[in-house]
């Protein structure tokens, strides 16, 4: 099992803390907000723990499920105490009203996060892909990711599958611009031709 620390409190962070502790994962939360950290380490249980926002995160790898806007400045703010980690990027980089991605084209939110963190920190891509709300209950879903560094990537698959969830490697980083895309596309369709958000984004083999 692997050692995971979540850099945020939100729903996200709750859903994917939840199945962290269910697949038998050592899960540390850290917020800005202690007490609130302190709250959802206590309503995950399975020996969740609190640690300090800005100080070297416990786990072997690194959940950032704060808004986009927030990933960059965040990993800057920790710089060395990523020195190492497997920093996976969760965000949808989407403009306000949800009808464009607010990077540049050509590149990614993860991408810029790269370029944040210390060399030696590799990114991950995935979980952008699904929402919170369908991660929650525990659903056998498929989870998209991208990541230039084999083992990296490696450990992130391993982590996913540790959730009773199924990694589907898209590639490179540069791949990532194509998830984030998706994730625009999902709430599009959630707003459109679904109706709701109560879906997932999954690949059907025909073979």
Same mark, same amino acid.
Request: charged share 15%; hydrophobic share 50%.
């Given at each position: ?48 723990? /609190?640690?300090?926002? =800005? !100080?070297?995160? +416990?786990?072997? #790898?690194?959940?950032? *499920?704060?808004?986009? @806007?927030?990933? &960059? ?28 991605? /607010?990077?540049?084209? =050509? !590149?990614?939110? +993860?991408?810029? #996060?790269?370029?944040? *963190?210390?060399?030696? @920190?590799?990114? &991950? ?83």
């Amino acid at each position: 099992m692997s050692s995971i620390s979540i850099i945020g409190l939100g729903g996200m962070a709750r859903a994917i803390g939840a199945r962290a502790v269910e697949g038998g994962n050592a899960v540390e939360v850290v917020g800005r907000d202690a007490a609130k950290a302190k709250d959802l380490a206590a309503a995950l249980g399975g020996g969740a723990t /609190v640690g300090t926002f =800005g !100080t070297a995160p +416990a786990g072997d #790898i690194v959940i950032l *499920a704060v808004p986009n @806007a927030s990933a &960059v400045p965040v990993v800057a703010q920790y710089g060395n105490a990523l020195v190492g980690k497997v920093i996976i990027d969760i965000t949808n980089p989407v403009n306000a009203d949800a009808t464009g991605l /607010v990077t540049p084209d =050509g !590149t990614s939110a +993860a991408q810029e #996060i790269a370029k944040a *963190a210390p060399a030696s @920190a590799h990114v &991950v891509k995935a979980f952008n892909t699904v929402f919170g709300h369908v991660l929650a209950p525990g659903r056998p879903l498929d989870v998209l990711f991208a990541g230039d560094d084999a083992r990296a990537k490696a450990s992130v698959s391993a982590f996913i599958e540790s959730l009773g969830l199924r990694p589907l490697d898209a590639g490179g980083l540069e791949m990532a611009q194509w998830l984030e895309g998706a994730g625009l596309l999902m709430i599009s369709l959630a707003r459109h031709g679904v109706g709701d958000f109560n879906f997932s984004l999954g690949v059907s083999s025909l073979s």
